[in-house]
């Protein structure tokens, strides 16, 4: 099955610097990546994804790049702001074929930004 | 709020008694998903349903666990002769998806398993 790895664990950034998590995956078959925040004591929610046939798309502050020859992705958001503190999940998805439609989660980055 | 919902939001039961959780999908959503989430790891796959057919069962998800999605809309997963490591949040998730393009996932907000 899909092996998804997710560094670092923790993030610690002050206010108004970037932050980058990183994941690798094992399934050169997957096509579909989203990124999950997961707020304490809440669900998780998609804030960004990407389709394999993109290497990168930005939502404002946010952004997300593929590369999948080398099978790893990267959240990107800029000028960090208190609420951005949060639990960061990866998640991938392999091309559609019934049976086989389940998101892999990565393990979690918690990122703290400092005031 | 036409959001997913999920019943209980808490549950403390003793081992060895039953559990059964529901989950109530977006409406239009054909796809129902449940995970399980431990403190500090990410949401682990157990089953998914495209309308009232399970298609995939996980190999973490032993005999004491069962879902069904009777009517393709809500389901329930129930977990038989509870143990302590069954303490968890089960989180159900909803999308719409066809073949060859998976909706995004909306998560509920988890129902949490204590057993004592």
Known sequence: ?115 | DTGVSQDPRHKITKRGQNVTFRCDPISEHNRLYWYRQTLGQGPEFLTYFQNEAQLEKSRLLSDRFSAERPKGSFSTLEIQRTEQGDSAMYLCASSFSVVGNTGELFFGEGSRLTVL
């Not at chain 1, 994941?23 to 804030?47: H, M, V």
């Not at chain 1, 019934?98 to 990565?106: H, P, R």
């Open chain 1, 1 to 115: 099955g899909e092996n998804v790895e997710q560094h670092p664990s923790t993030l610690s950034v002050q206010e108004g610097d970037s932050a980058v998590i990183k994941c690798t995956y094992s399934d050169s078959a997957s096509n579909y990546f989203p990124w999950y925040k997961q707020e304490l004591g809440k669900r998780p929610q998609l804030i960004i994804d990407i389709r394999s046939n993109v290497g990168e798309k930005k939502d404002q502050r946010i952004a997300v790049t593929l590369n999948k020859t080398a099978k790893h992705f990267s959240l990107h958001i800029t000028e960090t702001q208190p609420e951005d503190s949060a639990v960061y999940f990866c998640a991938v998805l392999p091309i559609s074929n019934f049976g086989n439609e389940k998101l892999t989660f990565g393990t979690g980055t918690r990122l703290t930004i400092i005031p």
